[in-house]
Nanobody
Framework: QVQLVESGGGVVQVGGSLRLSCAASGRTFSTYDMGWFRQVSGKEREFVAAISRSLGNTYYADSVNGRFTISRDNAKTTVYLQMNSLKPEDTAVYYC???????????????????WGQGTQVTVSS
């Protein structure tokens, strides 16, 4: 498994931007699909965005499409989540995740990801 460490969370006003980073250990980063999920206390963890291992295809939840951008730098073994036009409902703990097993049609499913970071808090104040 790969070890993941998120950073970049914080407090931002409505309409502002943040960029989250997720640094991964290990030499096989390029063989993992990477995802971002978020969770509000008392609610289930929800999919935010993902990027595939080979072609770098990107996937987004409808709620963030057009506002968030996921990217990866395999040389730096880091995945990013650029968040723009932030809304109060984006407030959550954001988690980075990695999966090496390819299961078609499940890139947005938390249960197929085997490595998780510790999470970083994002708070959008109105």
């Amino acid at each position: 498994q790969v070890q993941l460490v998120e950073s970049g969370g914080g407090v931002v006003q409505v309409g502002g931007s943040l960029r989250l980073s997720c640094a991964a250990s290990g030499r096989t980063f390029s063989t993992y699909d990477m995802g971002w999920f978020r969770q509000v206390s008392g609610k289930e963890r929800e999919f935010v965005a993902a990027i595939s291992r080979s072609l770098g295809n990107t996937y987004y939840a409808d709620s963030v499409n057009g506002r968030f951008t996921i990217s990866r730098d395999n040389a730096k073994t880091t995945v990013y989540l650029q968040m723009n036009s932030l809304k109060p409902e984006d407030t959550a703990v954001y988690y980075c995740a990695a999966r090496d097993l390819f299961v078609p049609g499940t890139i947005n499913a938390p249960h197929v990801y085997t490595s998780w970071g510790q999470g970083t808090q994002v708070t959008v104040s109105s």
